[in-house]
């Protein structure tokens, strides 16, 4: 009997192919609407446009707050990309946009335009790090417009910025700008937003919306630096009504509390009415100051009642929390009353502390500066720095004349950590909406099999098994287009509207091959997520016992699933033979691949059909299932044996055991390259003589009669 594969085994094994090649055929295969994408662009931006005419100021009723859809790139001093190229707004990879909304904080501004005094429009130049220098030619905005699919709005409201957030030009107005943009983008909307700008974004995201209670169903992602979510320690002082004691258990120290009062109390010293400006960190707080009189920034004080009244933001919604922290070291008393050491205290930005701005977030991050206010003590880091005794990194400034640095509340949008960050989460958010398609999977996670460990392919195939001991790798590296398509499904598993896929995965141990896996695949925010895997072996029709063969013969997806076709061994087929044919819907339920709808295809149905047709003389649909000359032959066999049409038929592979001894020692039945499986057709319910039938496996599902002889 033949030993060799069907021919959709077409699809099966090779070593050693050009993974280069292989990428370079996904991308085919990947891209395959390439010639539409420049009219999806178009389409995209034409609707960007739209959204924001629709929700303009005018559209909405806000009265003097302005959105705006920020431009890209500016007329003056634009925003540039690393190769020098401006940065300009794209679609993503759905020829979709998904807006972004910038909110500021309660004294600024965040319109994007040429003089660039928006909130998030000057030039990233800060870094915590005092060796690193940074020269980004961008904004955060710009950073943000680089991102395929960014849409990025502007929502100032400069004019009522002295309200608390539940005025109606704040707050909700806010609100009405995420509900237009929901509404016409049909996207999730994400919020970037400083200091009091995050409380904003917190009281629209907790108020209804278009789409319930709250607007979790209409926020995906809010970014917030420094924001005072427990309040600000300084509002407090500003007002007078902050001493060494905390306000209602709301601040965690009296040390951040002094030690911000202090440099608030210095700084009064500094500035008088002939000079104002200091050229010391004083110079950014009189206008903090003067705002801490108004509602807003008496709301903002720690422990106010309006804060306490401000519902968190919905658990659905990420929040990824940003903020500076400035450690102070203030001078300890020595022997004689000299200066002999510090004790560092952690006061945020000076206007929000760290525990406030991070409080409630789900992921943080922080940057760290270290300050002085001890001249003895800063003189005596530098020496020490000259001598080799402390790394420059590691010597504090003078916090009064460091006001340019990163860490401080109106200039954590200018650093470069900061920023990284919130363009990173930016880009997690918009990435996880986009369809998984080939190439992405030649980077994905696989599960543990075959003896390797759980990885990340590269390029297709998981790296780091020594020689010789095998592979794991996606199933069609090396093959052409129409067969990379079969052993792929792409389309929506998770039911979220977005496009997920089905891949099938091969590995051995350094032998034969191991039985093939299919994993699903959502899209993840770092490339696709791994949901589960169906491990082939596993599934079986009662009674049948797994085979050591299991190849895919091809995926489709069809309504939110995968029918997944394959081969494998029946009972007595040589290992590398296969010929049991499974057919069976693979779908995801939220927690795992269910499999239903199992059904096999072997011989054993073409041969029902064979002696059927025969035995009532319909020799047209028997020849339709033979080689040529077999039905007629097999019709003068059924004459000699009139009651093989009743007995049952019994069928057997090449290293069956059980074979009649009879058969199996005919010279005339011994295997001739040609079949893979033997059909005994018995000529009386209980006889020693058969109609032996030699079947061929001619592809998935489909089988013939090759020759038909007595024994």
Sequence with gaps: MNATRHPGSAHRRRLGNSVAVTAVLLVGLALTVTPQRQGLAQAAANSRDSWAKACSTGRLGLG??????????????PDTNPDGTLVRISPDRR?????VIMVHGWVGMDTHIDARDGAFSHFIDLTANRLGQVHTPRSLIGQLQR????AVFTFDYRDYAARWIDDEHVGPALGKVIDCLYQASGEKVILVAHSMGGL?????????????????????????????????????????????AAVGGALVGNDIAATIHLILAVCGRLTSIDQVGTGTLCDGLPDYMRTFDSDAGAALRAGSPQLAALKPFPASITVDALAGRATVAIQDRGWFGLSWANTAVDVGDIVVTTGSALHGATMTRKVSCAYQLSVVSEFADQIGAQIGLRGKADVAELALGAFTGP???????????????????????????????????????VPANCQHKAGTLING???????????????????????????????????DGTGDAAAVLYCNAGGVSWPEMVSFYTHGARGPKLLGTVFLEDVNLPGRQPGENDFVYRLRYHDGAVVAEWTTQQEGDPAAVSTLDYTATLRWNGHKIVVSGLTGTTEQQTVTQFISAVARGDLSAANALAAPGVAAETANQLRQYPAAPYARTTCYGENAFDLPPTVGANPALANDGTVERLCLVPEASASTGWIVLGMHHTGFRHWQVTWSRLS
């Design 200 to 244: 904003i974004a917190r009281y629209a995201a907790t108020h209804p919306g278009v789409t319930g209670m709250d607007r979790s169903g209409e926020i995906s992602t809010v970014v917030t630096f420094a924001t005072p979510e427990t309040g600000s320690i300084a509002a407090a002082l500003a007002a007078g009504i902050l001493d060494s």
């Design 147 to 150: 991102i395929p699919g960014a």
């Design 64 to 77: 003097k707050d302005n959105v705006n859809l920020a431009p890209a790139p500016l007329g003056k001093n």
């Design 407 to 445: 860490c401080f509340h109106k200039n954590l949008m200018r650093d470069i950590e900061l920023t990284n960050e919130a363009t990173g989460a930016v880009n997690d958010d918009i990435a996880a909406r986009q369809p998984v398609i080939a190439n992405d999977l030649l980077s994905a996670p």
């Design 95 to 99: 020829g979709k946009y998904v807006p």
């Design 461 to 495: 195939r998981l790296l780091g098994i020594p020689t010789n001991a095998g592979v794991m790798e996606l199933a069609w590296l090396g093959k052409p287009a129409a067969e990379q398509r079969d052993l792929l499904a792409l389309g929506d598993l998770t039911g």
